[in-house]
């Protein structure tokens, strides 16, 4: 609930106070329109049965009630296009706040909240909150003044028969009530199986490719049938505890129309006069604000439940908005320097935070090494030592636990990080590409390239022998995710976007496991050739890094177990000579 205030409250932007002063003044109209009819009507029934025969009043009534029929029907479209303008308005100012706030997340405050929780923030959250904006420009203020409005109405028309609205009012208040306490917290509950059901979605779209290729389809299915049958269980259940709302609803109106009707003719044989004269278009008038009062108490039912979803939805948006983001500028970082691309571990620890977001044991420990300006440098060891944490930090995608990496001398986390990460390209094994062109691909790297930097970068990366190939050349279209690319030449588009950006540091992690050897051996002498960056090269394989200048070796408990050139290896690291061997057999060539 607070949540939801503090939403609104920062949500509301000044520029939109004139349109929801309008939404609120022609919500007003509205219901003076709708309280004042019934009150006019009772005008021409008590002129028609006063037997005066005064029908030039009766037809001027009839007119005034088209002409206000007419405004209503004006104040109302105003008033829904105010409030769909505010609430839509509103929401995708909200949205691309959240959005903005993402793209600033660190890697480890992604791994805390998780991508599927992320998603259905932006996607499903915002859109309750959207709801409620509406309900609130339409409906959260109309309907307590509608209940006001008609029951003061009601009062004034007759004050005798106001007793049996108060108890209807009274009946129905409590009954809804208790009925709304009910379901409120099962709508919560639906909200949260109904994420369930979009997080399995958006896994098993995204991961398509997997689950056909392990053929676990039968498996995927079973799960979305968990999660479905899950979802469809509360929203019967929701459905059962609103279930008796309509029938206590009608029941208590049409028990407290008879009553009214009851009473009434009661009263008329008691009445005299003008009160006699007028007690038809008293009931008229009474039947119309009862109607009114139920049903702006059900609305407000309505509201209530809407209110408790999107606090639920409010309570997660503002998780995220709130998300401290724990990778950020110093407060004086240092910028605009020439980078020679010098790097230094030193004394390096690094554990990913657990579930809890507290620190948990070490991943890497320990390390300490320099690696040469313009200098290529492998990094190897199994599966799960710590090669990609290890070279993660370079680029403070996440922070060293202990000790400092620093370039050129000067610790990352003193470094501007839009300059420190223009300055580093990093690609991995299966880097995104995204819908567009091959040109489009490598121009992300950097914006403003001209078609030779792009040609540049492809022939070195060696992406424009199938760019040339291919039907358009780098203007051929290429897919979402690079589906109609072959693996090999994801990696080679992949490393030609790293390369445009004439980065001082390249990191390759494991980018050419999906070329063949040849390729890989062209790719890295057009590298050295270059002689502009420092190039740290992440691999599997021992031919991938033996030519390198130094190799860093990693042993399986994140230490570093071995550091220098292919031949000290063999003599110094044990991990080294057993991956060696593994690969090698005995021979040592
Ligand atoms: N985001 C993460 N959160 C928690 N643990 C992680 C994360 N990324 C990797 N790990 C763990 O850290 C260890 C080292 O992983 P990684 O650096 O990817 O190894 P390598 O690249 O050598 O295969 C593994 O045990 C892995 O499970
Ligand atoms: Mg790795």
């Known amino acids: 609930m607070k949540s939801l205030l503090t939403l609104y409250k920062r949500a509301f932007k000044r520029k939109y106070l004139v349109h929801a002063i309008l939404a609120i003044l022609f919500m007003i109209g509205d219901v003076g329109i709708a309280l004042a009819i019934p009150m006019i009507t009772k005008g021409i029934f008590t002129e028609i049965n006063s037997g005066r025969n005064d029908l030039s009043y009766v037809y001027q009534t009839g007119l005034l009630v088209v002409g206000i029929a007419i405004g209503a029907v004006i104040t109302t479209i105003l008033n829904n296009f105010f409030s769909q303008y505010l609430s839509t308005k509103i929401t995708a100012d909200l949205r691309s706040e959240l959005f903005r706030k993402v793209q600033d997340l660190s890697f480890s405050n992604v791994d805390k909240i998780t991508s599927g929780a992320l998603m259905t923030v932006i996607a499903n959250d915002t859109g309750q909150i959207q709801q409620l904006l509406l309900m609130s420009f339409r409906a959260i203020l109309r309907n307590p003044l509608t209940l006001v409005g008609a029951l003061i109405m009601a009062y004034i028309t007759n004050a005798d028969l106001f007793l049996i609205i108060l108890i209807a009012v009274l009946i129905l208040g409590v009954s809804i009530f208790f009925i709304i306490t009910r379901a409120a917290r099962i709508f919560v509950k639906l909200q949260e199986k109904n994420d369930n059901l979009n ?233 995104l590409i995204f819908s567009g062109t091959l040109a489009s691909n490598i121009r992300q790297g950097k914006e403003d390239s001209t078609e030779e930097d792009i040609e540049a970068a492809a022939v070195a990366s060696l992406a424009d022998e199938f760019a040339k190939k291919a039907e358009h050349g780098y203007e051929s279209e290429v897919t979402q995710g690079g589906t109609n690319l072959s693996g090999g030449q994801k990696q080679r588009l992949s490393l030609a976007r790293a390369l445009i950006r004439k980065p001082k540091i390249l990191i390759l992690d494991d980018a050419f496991s999906a070329v063949d050897a040849k390729t890989e051996e062209k790719i890295k002498e057009n590298l050295v050739k270059q002689k502009q960056q420092t190039t740290i090269i992440v691999a599997q394989k021992i031919t991938s890094v033996r030519n390198c200048d130094n190799i860093i070796v990693l042993n399986n408990s994140g230490h570093l177990d071995g550091y220098g050139s292919h031949e000290e290896l063999l003599k110094t690291s044990e991990v080294y000579r057993e991956i060696y061997v593994s690969q090698f057999g005995g021979n040592h060539e």
């Open 199 to 431: 997080e399995k979605l958006i896994e098993s779209i995204s991961g398509a490719r997997e689950i056909k290729v392990f053929g676990s389809e039968k498996a995927d299915r079973d799960q979305f049938k968990i999660v479905n049958d899950e979802y469809t269980n509360v929203v019967i259940t929701a459905n059962k505890r609103m279930a008796l709302m309509d029938p206590i609803i009608i029941l208590t109106s049409n028990l407290a129309i008879g009553a009214v009707l009851l009473t009434a003719s009661y009263l008329v044989s008691v009445y005299t006069g003008e009160a006699r004269v007028a007690m038809v278009g008293t009931i008229s008038a009474y039947i119309s604000y009862l109607q009114q009062i139920i049903m702006s108490l059900m609305m407000l039912s309505m509201v209530a439940i809407s209110i408790s979803r999107a606090a639920v939805s409010a309570d997660r948006i503002m998780l995220v908005l709130k998300t401290k983001i724990d990778i950020a500028n110093a407060k004086e970082p240092q910028t605009g320097f020439e980078m020679r691309g010098d790097i230094e571990f030193r004394n390096v620890s690094f554990g990913y935070a657990d579930e809890e977001g507290t620190a948990g044991s070490n991943t890497i420990e320990g390390i300490s090494l320099k690696i040469k300006s313009q200098s290529v440098t492998g990094v190897i060891g199994s599966t799960g030592s710590g090669k990609t944490t290890l070279i993660q930090l370079i680029p403070r995608l996440y922070d060293v636990t202990q000790g400092q990496v620093l370039i050129d001398g000067i610790d990352v986390r003193d470094i501007d990080l839009r300059f420190l990460r223009e300055n580093i390209s990093f690609v991995t094994q299966d880097s």
